[in-house]
């Protein structure tokens, strides 16, 4: 009864009307999806619909049908998930176990972590549909360690902290200077100045082992490429990330990174240890904060010295030119600490996830030396030997092909968050507002429903599109979707398609034989379980 009450609330609101309508059409079994994603009505007219009661208003449609409780939502127990996650390492397999879960439970099923109730959803057409009912201010959840830290410093949110209007704000002044694709292949010189040093790094790692051939651990390199490239586009600065002797402020800053991770888990994923608990075991929380030290310190010594310089040519009556920070610290649409909090938030985001999507690529194309070979053929033909801009990888498919694809085996984010803004119905399910989701991006990415034979490494399929190939909807969307998708999506497709079509130009890449099988494991992110060593041969 309450729930009815609350339904009829609900439609009253008119606020739902869509979600509710979509639910009964999926209801009903009258819903298909499109290849675009959308849901459509299949073989029923809007005429046919209204005789059918079904586009008439949410609230009478709603009579005729059972929305079912959370309380009725099956999934694992408290128990269970005790024992997954802390007895079986469940924090490194969460990629497995959404797989694992929405197998044995269904598309959408609940969990409980400690007093945190969580809806996962491994449904493309659930997913789908919780994205496109957002508002205007989507909500990530789980940031509070985030925001703790910000307050108790003093310091301004970034995208990735701020939730609501400050939200907004900032997303608006950095959509337009990042999000198109054309702004950002502005930076291709600078980018692939990088990559000439990438290369470089290449020839001296592999010349350090016995072969002449083997660069180990390929994400360190990687690693360190990222850092460079984003920095670049970011800070309008080189970062000496690539050199032999890497500077000491750069050492400091990938030390503290590496810190923010590890201490990742303890304060972010498990909802944080309670502040009650600090005291008893204070090391994670300092741990983090002190990584957060860092990770400002450095952006800041980066901004401030960019704005003496912008002040210094002002002071002179000379003309300020410049990239992104230049023109953030000119047009001032942002506060000084916003920015500082902005660039340490978007370093942040821009290291790990290029980073190890390279490094899975290249693993993928040493084992696949067939495909390998089918994209250096089209690099070649279209490019010679000469080196590529953001504008030409519109001519090089199976590049884009190699990214989309290596993303969809290996999302670095296996899985996003969102709370609830309002009271929706998902999946029959009637979820109130404030609830945590999780939507299983790792799931629904080998879901053959969506992609034929999904064990399979097939860059072409994002060209073929084969009816049974759903590439072009929610199946896999490693960089979300909406307004709070990712704001570096085109910067890191850049350094990505840059680097790896350079590195086909230059190297036949191959598996050392001091590399078995390589797993991903999740920490935080979706990373190599294991070290990748490859060997870069030279192309005649
Ligand atoms: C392979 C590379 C990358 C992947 C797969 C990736 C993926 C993602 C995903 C899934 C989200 C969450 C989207 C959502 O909630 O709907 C996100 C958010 C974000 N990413 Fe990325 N990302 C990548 C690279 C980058 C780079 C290079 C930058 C910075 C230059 C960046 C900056 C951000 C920021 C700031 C957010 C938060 C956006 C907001 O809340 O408004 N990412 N990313």
Not at 186 to 203: C, G, I, T
Not at 243 to 262: D, G, R, T, V
Request: with cysteine; charged share 25%; proline share 4%.
């Amino acid at each position: 009864m309450a729930l009815q009450s609350s339904i009829l609330h609900l439609a009253r609101k008119n606020l739902l009307q869509e979600s509710c309508k979509q639910f009964l059409l999926q209801a009903h079994g009258l819903h298909k999806s499109t290849a675009s994603g959308s849901l459509e009505i299949a073989a029923h007219s809007q005429a046919d619909l209204k005789e059918e009661n079904l586009v008439s208003p949410a609230v009478e449609g709603l009579k005729e049908t059972t929305v079912k409780t959370l309380q009725e939502m099956p999934g694992p127990s408290t128990f269970s998930n005790l024992v997954e996650f802390f007895y079986r390492d469940g924090f490194s397999r969460i990629h497995e176990i959404q797989t694992e879960h929405s197998q044995k439970y269904g598309k959408i099923f609940k969990s409980r972590f400690g007093p945190q109730l969580v809806v996962s959803i491994a449904d493309r057409d659930l997913v789908a549909h919780v994205l496109r009912s957002e508002g205007a201010t989507p909500q990530r959840g789980n940031m509070e360690s985030w925001k703790e830290y910000r307050d108790m410093r003093g310091r301004s949110t970034g995208l990735i902290s701020a939730e609501g209007d400050e939200w907004l704000k900032m997303r608006s002044v950095l959509r337009q200077l990042i999000m198109r694709p054309k702004d950002v292949s502005a930076f291709s010189p600078d980018v692939n100045d990088v990559v000439v040093d990438l290369v470089k790094r290449v020839k001296t790692l592999r010349s350090q082992q016995d072969d002449g051939q083997t660069v180990l651990n390929i994400n360190d390199l990687f690693f360190n490429y990222a850092m460079e490239g984003v920095a670049t586009i970011l800070y309008e600065t080189r970062l000496g990330c690539l050199e032999n002797e890497i500077p000491k402020m750069s050492q400091e800053y990938i030390a503290a990174l590496h810190l923010m991770f590890s201490s990742f888990k303890t304060t972010m994923y498990a909802g944080a240890i309670p502040k009650w608990l600090r005291p008893m075991i204070p090391k994670p929380w300092e741990e983090f904060c002190s990584s957060w030290d860092g990770l400002f310190k450095f952006s800041q010594i980066h901004v401030d010295k960019k704005l003496s310089d912008i002040k210094k040519k002002m002071n002179k009556g000379e003309e300020v030119k410049g990239g992104l920070l230049t023109h953030m610290l000119v047009t001032r649409e942002m506060n000084l600490e916003e920015i500082y909090a902005n660039m340490t938030e978007m370093l942040l985001a821009g290291v790990d996830t290029t980073s190890f999507t390279l490094s899975w690529s290249t693993y993928l194309l040493a084992r696949h030396p067939t495909i390998q070979q089918e994209i250096f053929e089209e690099v070649d033909r279209v490019l010679g030997g000469r080196a590529p801009t953001g504008e030409d990888v519109a001519y090089l498919p199976l590049i884009r092909g190699l990214v989309k694809e290596t993303l969809r085996l290996f999302p670095v984010l296996p899985g996003n968050g969102r709370v609830t803004q309002d009271d929706l119905i998902v999946g029959g399910y009637f979820i109130p507002k404030g609830t945590q989701l999780a939507l299983c991006h790792y799931s629904t990415s080998m879901d053959e429903e969506n992609f034929l034979r999904p064990g399979e490494f097939r860059p072409d399929r994002w060209i073929r599109k084969d009816a049974s190939d759903r590439v072009d909807n929610f199946g896999s969307i490693p960089f979300g979707y909406g307004i709070r998708s990712c704001i570096g999506r085109r910067i890191a497709e850049l350094e990505m398609h840059l680097a790896l079509t350079q590195l086909l130009q230059k190297f036949h890449i191959e598996v050392s034989s001091q590399t078995t099988d390589v797993h991903a494991k999740t920490h935080g992110l979706l990373c190599p379980g294991a070290p990748i060593n490859l060997r870069f041969v030279d192309r005649k």
